[in-house]
């Protein structure tokens, strides 16, 4: 089964869910004010750098886990955030600007090297 309130619908694959909030963000896209714009833009604009996200305030985390051969989408607490960032690389992390929060997502790229952790 999947997380209440995760945004991911009973049996919908990772695939799925992420061509569902494509297509909702092409909707909200459209009816966008300049304020909310300017801040999804922002909000992306800092994305852009792949920082883990603050234990104390930002985006949501959501990663994806495989469970019974199904990946669930499960939201992070705060302070399990930073644990999980470095284990995944950039094309593993999706972004939403629209809606300020990351998921983390192995299947987008199996194959993926993940990066040393660095302390910056």
């Known amino acids: 089964p999947v997380e209440r309130h995760s945004g991911q619908s009973e049996g ?3 695939i799925e869910f992420f061509a569902r ?5 092409k909707a909200k896209l459209a ?3 300049p304020e909310n714009r300017q801040k ?9 750098k792949q920082h883990c996200p603050s234990a104390k305030k930002g985006a949501r985390v959501y990663i994806w886990e495989k469970i019974n ?15 999980e ?18 998921d983390l997502c192995e299947p987008l790229d199996p194959h993926a ?8």
């Open 31 to 33: 009816a966008e004010t």
């Open 85 to 102: 960032w470095g284990d995944f690389a950039p094309s593993q992390r999706i972004f939403d600007p629209f809606k300020n929060e990351w």
């Open 69 to 83: 051969d199904f990946w669930v989408r499960k939201l992070l607490q705060r302070n399990e955030v930073e644990d």
């Open 40 to 48: 999804r833009l922002s909000r992306l604009q800092a994305a852009e």
């Open 113 to 120: 090297t993940v990066p040393c952790d660095d302390d910056d």
């Open 21 to 25: 909030r494509e297509e909702r963000n």
């Open 12 to 14: 919908q694959s990772y």
